[in-house]
T-cell receptor, first 110, second 112 residues
C-alpha cells in the first residue's frame, strides 16, 4: 500500500498547456516536499510546504498544501519542454525519513 | 561544497558478489539517508544516520545489507551476496535539521 498516491502517474501534453498533479494521503504530514528527477540523476528539491493551506510559487509552478496537511498539488502554467521529468512528492514527520509517492512522469511535447 | 557525491555511478556485478557504495554528504549536514529506487517507482527509504548514529533501518534492509557512517562524515552501504532483485538505483541524501534533502546522483547497480 502506497502511503502517498500521486495522480496521474503519466501525463503527456502539448507545450503551452496548463496541468495539475496531485499527491494524496490518509496521513497527516508535518511537511511535504516536491522534487523533480531527470533520468539517471537524483531528485532535486523544488519546494517544501509546512503550513496547512500554504501556497508557494516558483515561476510558473504553484504548489499548494491541503488545509489538513494530507494532500498537495502542483500546478504548472504554460508548460515548456524543459518541464519534462519525473515529479515526486514526499512527506515527512519532523526531521525523520521522507516517504515518497510513486511519481508523475510528465512529458511536454513541442 | 559541490553537493552530495556518490561513487561509483554505475556498478555491474555477478550474482553472489559483494558490493560497496560510498556517499560523501554536504559537509555541514548532520543527517544522511540511503534510499533505493527501482524503475517507475519513487525512492524507498532504507536507513538514516544522524552524525555517526544509525537511527532507523527499514525492513527492506535485509541482513545482507549494512550501512556505516563511522566518523559522521561519509557513509558506505554494503550489499553481501547480491541477488538480481537488488538491481536498482541507490540514492544517498543529506540534510541539516528540517531542511529539504539534497540527493546525490545515485549509484545504479545491475546484478547479472
Amino acid at each position: 500500500t502506497q502511503l502517498l498516491e500521486q495522480s496521474p502517474q503519466f501525463l503527456s501534453i502539448q507545450e503551452g498547456e496548463n496541468l495539475t498533479v496531485y499527491c494524496n494521503s490518509s496521513s497527516v504530514f508535518s511537511s511535504l516536499q516536491w522534487y523533480r528527477q531527470e533520468p539517471g540523476e537524483g531528485p532535486v528539491l523544488l519546494v517544501t510546504v509546512v503550513t496547512g493551506g500554504e501556497v508557494k510559487k516558483l515561476k510558473r509552478l504553484t504548489f499548494q498544501f491541503g488545509d489538513a496537511r494530507k494532500d498537495s498539488s502542483l500546478h504548472i502554467t504554460a508548460a515548456q519542454t524543459g518541464d519534462t521529468g519525473l515529479y515526486l512528492c514526499a512527506g515527512s514527520w519532523g526531521a525523520q525519513k521522507l516517504v515518497f509517492g510513486q511519481g508523475t512522469r510528465l512529458t511536454i511535447n513541442p | 561544497d559541490t553537493g552530495v557525491s556518490q561513487d561509483p555511478r554505475h556498478k555491474i556485478t555477478k550474482r553472489g558478489q559483494n558490493v560497496t557504495f560510498r556517499c560523501d554528504p554536504i559537509s555541514e549536514h548532520n543527517r544522511l539517508y540511503w534510499y533505493r529506487q527501482t524503475l517507475g517507482q519513487g525512492p524507498e527509504f532504507l536507513t538514516y544516520f544522524q552524525n555517526e548514529a544509525q537511527l532507523e533501518k527499514s525492513r527492506l534492509l535485509s541482513d545482507r545489507f549494512s550501512a556505516e557512517r563511522p566518523k559522521g562524515s561519509f557513509s558506505t552501504l554494503e550489499i553481501q551476496r547480491t541477488e538480481q532483485g537488488d538491481s536498482a538505483m541507490y540514492l544517498c541524501a543529506s540534510s541539516r535539521g528540517t531542511d529539504g534533502y539534497t540527493f546525490g546522483s545515485g549509484t545504479r547497480l545491475t546484478v547479472v
